[in-house]
């Protein structure tokens, strides 16, 4: 099983199934434009604000990683749909082809290496997550994007092990949210105090082998909506 190919597979399925088939056009099945790079940017903003980089509040915080992981997890559902987007429209790529292109990127092998983000200077962590916004507001290539956020993975503490468990877990609990009302507005996101993520990388913890379908039951048994 090849880690990327799956979750570019999967990621595709789910946005398929969000947005309606031929939504690499760029508009869904209700009309709404997709703009996956604002979509990079305001996840970016969402992981730097898990360090305590202001230096009037909180001053003695210590950076969130667990939820640092979570955001650089969200990007990697943008970034993955805007690859996709490009070669599998503009440049008619296949998702093996991707995946290839990936797995050949100069830091991707430092990627399948453990790595400890607790022992990095945090506001080192936010200038290369501010690179990757550089990236998108400069309009460099699909390749430099990729590049870019496997550094900020890295810098999170993800490895591609890590990475593909997380994902997958965001994966199931993006699909559950889609069952359950999301788009509507009437899904419930805070069970009995705790955020869903939290539920679920919590399971995940717990139950490190399990598959999709059974997190997805369990997350069924712990809806509270």
Known sequence: MNKISQMLTLQQEL????????????????GKLIDWKRCIYLECAELIESYPWKHWKNIDAQPDYDNIKIEAVDIWHFVMSQMLQEYRIE??????????????????????????????????????????????????????????????AIQSGLTLDTLYRLYIGKNILNRFRQDHGYK????????NGEEDNVVMQRFLEEHPDTSPDALYRALEAGYTG
């Open 15 to 30: 946005n398929d199934a969000t947005n309606g088939k031929g939504w690499e056009k760029g508009i869904t099945k209700n």
């Open 91 to 152: 440049q008619k790529g296949s998702i093996d082809t991707l995946t290839s292109i990936i797995e050949s990127l100069p830091n991707y092998q430092a990627f399948t290496q453990e790595s400890d983000a607790g022992q990095r200077d945090s506001y080192k962590q936010i200038t290369v997550v501010e690179a990757l916004i550089r990236v998108l507001f400069c309009q460099e290539s699909s390749e430099a994007l990729m590049i870019a956020f496997i550094e900020v």
């Open 184 to 191: 509507e507005g009437s899904y419930i996101k805070i069970w």
